[in-house]
């Protein structure tokens, strides 16, 4: 079995998790951290919501995170082992600064959430550019950002998300040329109302030191483990677009 054909079957379960319907774990899961939320400052709300504007901002106008450049002619083994890699440090790191930011009491831990999407922000650009992708291009950043919403969304906006990245390299070519003319502001609300609510606890008084570093460790292993499985869906659809021209091409009529 080739490297492709194993991870195949990792992307059909990914799919699968991802489209089946909404177990009560889930519901349960929703509704502790919708009432986390609640006992969070308002103050505190729109902190968090102008972190959140200023890093989409970043993320569609900016430059800050575009230094890696895409890596070419490597297959897609290779590719993945440097992403693992890259995941692993991305992890320490962010463990590290959140168990520090933890320990540090209520201001420390506010400080902590734009600290945070900073680093999963650089990890998801490295990511994309050691599979190949140009992060210059602003249709390649929606992409990432809309990774960042999946690997945090509720069940059903997951869904929603997803059906939009299904199809992105054919989509993409639909969207506008100009970057000004893309609705970004609706995209930062619809990203506030479902991104890191349990990362919400680490700013609640006694949990935030024990929270902050397992915190941080989990949400960039499921974030990476997005990033990878969304990678992996446009490989193996552009894969099967090639091999569909390639079929249309030898059954052509008067082709001998």
Same mark, same amino acid.
């Given at each position: ?89 991305? @992890? ?29 922000? @650089? ?35 997951? @869904?929603?998300?997803?059906? @939009? ?92």
């Amino acid at each position: 079995m080739t490297y492709e054909q194993k991870i195949t079957h990792d992307v059909d379960f990914w799919k699968f998790k991802i489209l089946q319907k909404q177990s009560l774990f889930n519901q349960v899961t929703d509704t502790v951290q919708k009432k986390i939320n609640s006992y969070i400052p308002e103050k505190v709300h729109h902190a968090i919501t102008t972190a959140i504007k200023q890093m989409v901002k970043a993320v569609l106008f900016g430059s800050t995170f575009t230094t890696s450049k895409p890596i070419l002619n490597l297959t897609l083994m290779h590719r993945e082992a440097l992403i693992k890699q890259k995941i692993e440090n991305y @992890k320490k790191t962010g463990a590290a600064e959140g168990g520090i930011t933890g320990a540090g009491g209520f201001l420390m831990s506010l400080a902590d959430f734009p600290i945070l999407l900073g680093i999963k922000m @650089k990890m998801l650009f490295d990511i994309a550019a050691v599979y190949g992708y140009d992060v210059k291009d602003y249709r390649e950043r929606l992409f990432i950002l809309h990774i960042f919403q999946l690997a945090f969304s509720s069940k059903e906006e997951g @869904k929603n998300i997803f059906v @939009k990245m299904q199809d992105w390299d054919n989509q993409a070519h639909q969207l506008p040329t100009n970057i000004d003319e893309f609705d970004w502001l609706t995209f930062q609300q619809q990203y506030r109302d479902y991104i890191d609510l349990a990362k919400l606890a680490q700013m609640l008084p006694f949990v935030g030191a024990a929270v902050g570093a397992v915190a941080n460790y989990k949400l960039i292993e499921k974030l990476g483990t997005t990033a990878m499985m969304s990678y992996r869906m446009r490989y193996f659809n552009l894969e099967h677009a090639v091999l569909s021209d390639q079929k249309l091409v030898e059954n052509k009529p008067g082709k001998n």
